[in-house]
């Protein structure tokens, strides 16, 4: 860093050709070994920085303010701007406001400024040539009066003057327009007068301000060097683009003093010591944002508070259980469960099949489930009972219960099935009477038949002619209203089988 001098050096003739304040290159160097000279010259650069990247310009506002605000107020407006800008350092904010040490961490601030605002770019864009203006700009006169601000009290007063407003500003807009519009006709009657004549290749006639220049000769020195102060501040600003790398190397090392100066502070006093300075400045917040603030912050003292327990319970269990149990038994476990889970699911998975019905009419039968016998039943030991959660012993009572209920479903539809089945089957009691008395008229039939010699021709007639006569002496008035049932028919084919 053989030319960190001539870099310092074009700093500060950069800042200068910029508004601010002539500051000397040494001024850096002492700031670097934290020398109380350069403190008061870095605060002022820094408030006129400041001014710059809040207002675009150092004008004469911000000279003035310079000799007029004190010490302190001028200490504590930079502090607030630089806190607005996000430049939080608890060192800065502590610097005593009586402008008495603090010169190495001003020029850390410096340097963060002019990384962080880009300040050298906006410098560029500020640079424009005094003849890139088509129109010439006069003073105005300063013996122009300026509007009284009037402010009545009363409320129709107040009305009348806003009323009065209005009007001045439509005819203020007016004669802007009106002012607009001879400026666009005399403009152009200029370029008409000076077509053919130019003083740059990119355009076939004068400008206003040329013509302006042309007839006031005295103009052209102070344009000249405008140009010239305008050519030099680009210059500067090109050179520094190329050097400034050097500029930035050098802050490194400033930052490294620091560093090891704090660290042998802090071995030399110990943690525990307070070393903060006297003086301080409360980061001052708007009223809203600091409510929200301490709003959150309340949230979130209370949810510490409230989960501040149960956090370290669970800590605790998961470090017993952590050290009771191994990862191969972890492993072993969750293998067991997994094939339990994969059985289980075969079994919800298995198909129903309908109980084949044994009356000629067809019947839906409720649907049976048939359970497969576990191959390999899993259990797991009270030492890895805790592993089951309590989400899966709620799903395996919900799948018990609903087994319990389809069972008990399927027991009431057999009941219902056997009480029927029983209501169709006729009373075999009644039937065996019924048999036995058929069976004894066949019999008197065929003995009377045989005794007689009647022939097997005749044997129809006579037959109906007994069976006529056994009808209407033989069987009794329930036996119709039995035949005439129709779940009785069986067992009257049956009979008639036999007749």
């Not at 399927?410 to 089945?421: A, D, M, S, T, V």
Request: proline fraction near 4%; charged fraction near 25%; aromatic fraction near 8%.
């Amino acid at each position: 860093m053989a030319n960190i001098r001539e870099t310092i050096e074009l700093l500060t003739r950069v800042l200068k050709d910029n508004g601010t304040r002539k500051i000397k290159a040494e001024v850096f160097r002492l700031a670097k070994f934290d020398n109380e000279a350069a403190v008061e010259p870095l605060w002022i650069m820094l408030f006129e920085l400041t001014y710059f990247c809040k207002f675009h310009i150092i004008d004469d506002v911000c000279v003035k303010a310079v000799t007029e605000l004190s010490t302190n107020e001028l200490v504590i407006y930079v502090k607030k701007e630089m806190q607005k800008t996000g430049f939080y350092s608890r060192d800065f904010a502590s610097l005593p406001n009586d402008m008495t040490k603090g010169a190495r961490e001003l020029l850390l601030a410096f340097g963060w400024l002019v990384c962080k605002e880009n300040i050298m770019d906006k410098f560029m864009e500020n640079c424009s040539s005094p003849v890139a203006d088509d129109l010439y700009t006069a003073k105005d006169d300063e013996g122009t009066p300026r509007p009284v601000s009037h402010n009545p009290a009363h409320p129709a007063d107040k009305v009348k003057y806003l009323l009065w407003l209005n009007g001045k500003l439509r005819m203020t807009l007016r004669n802007l327009f009106a002012m607009q519009k001879q400026n666009a006709v005399l403009t152009h009657k200029v370029h008409e007068s000076t077509y053919g004549t130019s003083l740059s290749p990119d355009m076939k006639h004068l400008s206003a301000l040329e013509v302006y220049m042309l007839r006031h000769p005295e103009l052209l020195k102070k344009n000249l060097q405008l140009l010239e102060k305008d050519n030099e501040r680009l210059r500067n600003l090109l050179v520094w683009k190329e050097v400034e790398d050097t500029f930035w190397r050098w802050m490194e090392s400033v930052l490294d003093i620091k560093l090891q100066e704090s660290s042998k502070l802090a071995e030399a006093v110990g943690f525990n010591q307070d070393t903060s300075c006297t003086s301080s400045v409360t980061y001052e917040l708007l009223d809203e944002p600091a409510a929200v603030l301490q709003e959150s912050h309340n949230k979130l003292r209370d949810a510490i508070y409230k989960y501040e327990s149960i956090i370290g319970n669970l800590e605790n269990l998961w470090a017993i259980k952590s050290s009771e149990v191994s990862q191969e038994d972890l492993d072993k476990v969750l293998a067991s469960i997994e094939l339990e889970i994969s059985i289980q699911e075969q079994h919800f998975k298995k198909q129903v099949t309908p109980v084949p019905s044994s009356s000629t009419t067809t019947r839906p039968v409720p649907p049976t489930l048939s359970y497969v016998k576990n191959p390999m039943p899993v259990k797991l030991t009270n030492r890895y009972q805790p592993m089951v959660t309590s989400d899966k012993i709620r799903d395996i009572q919900g799948e018990i219960h609903s087994l319990k209920s389809l069972v008990d479903k399927l027991e009431g539809e057999i009941q219902k099935e056997r009480r029927k089945r029983a209501t169709n089957v006729p009373d075999l009691q009644h039937v065996s009477t019924i048999l036995c008395t058929c069976m004894s008229s066949l019999y008197i039939l065929l003995k009377k038949t045989y005794a007689t010699g009647t022939t097997v021709q005749n044997l129809d007639d006579d037959v109906l002619k007994q069976f006529d006569e056994w009808c209407a002496d033989q069987v009794a008035k329930q036996f119709y209203e039995w035949c005439a049932d129709q779940q009785n028919v069986p067992v009257f084919r049956l009979w008639f089988l036999i007749i």
